[in-house]
């Protein structure tokens, strides 16, 4: 028999311990989204700091529980941050924006696939990459498009940003992501 307490056997088995893997992804998940606050700031977008508190709760909370909607609230707080305050011009800043929550959302699934403590298998790091990497390239020739139309016509046009959101929605559905 054992001289620890049972308490102290919960606590212990409580405790928690994240695998080298999990800190990269959680680390991920806490920082693409303050960043793409900061490249918001980058466009000309005023109060910084302001949007930095707002995401920063909900990106602490989604680094902590990826398995949560936690990751999702920080990414459109984020956006809602971006569409409310951000200067109407299509900047290369939204694309970075936009890969930096790519990243997060990437991130906060991989660490959601299993227990904090296990590690990421080389099949399962590439097949995420492959993924992030075809939602960046539909992201990128979007972006390209847009950046074209608003240099031609000298505006933004709503229609594009639909047709954009719904060409990244069905081949988010067609990879499986």
């Known amino acids: 028999m054992s ?3 049972p308490q102290a056997g919960r606590a ?3 405790r928690l311990r994240w695998s080298v893997d999990q800190w990269v992804l959680r680390a991920a998940v806490l920082a693409a989204p303050l ?3 900061g490249c918001a ?3 000309g977008a005023p109060a910084v700091l302001f949007g930095l508190l707002l995401v920063l709760p909900a990106a602490i909370a989604a680094a902590v529980r990826p398995d949560s909607h936690w990751a999702a609230l920080a990414m459109t ?3 809602a941050y971006w569409l409310l305050s951000a200067p109407r011009q299509l900047t290369a800043w939204s694309l970075v924006a936009a890969a930096l929550l ?3 959302h990437g991130a906060a699934s991989v660490a959601a696939l299993g227990p904090p403590g296990m590690r990421i298998d080389p099949t399962t ?3 995420w990459a492959r993924r992030l990497a ?3 390239a539909a992201t990128t020739g979007t972006w390209a498009v847009a950046h074209a139309m608003v240099r031609s016509s000298g505006s933004s046009s709503l229609v594009l940003t639909v047709l954009a959101v719904l060409v990244l929605a069905v081949l988010s559905a067609a990879l499986g992501g």
Do not use: E
Request: glycine letters at 8%; aromatic letters at 0%.
């Open 77 to 79: 707080v984020t956006c």
């Open 35 to 37: 960043l793409a606050v």
């Open 125 to 127: 790091a590439r097949t």
């Open 3 to 5: 001289g620890a307490s």
């Open 41 to 43: 700031a980058a466009a």
């Open 102 to 104: 790519l990243a997060c």
């Open 12 to 14: 212990q088995r409580g």
């Open 134 to 136: 075809a939602l960046l």
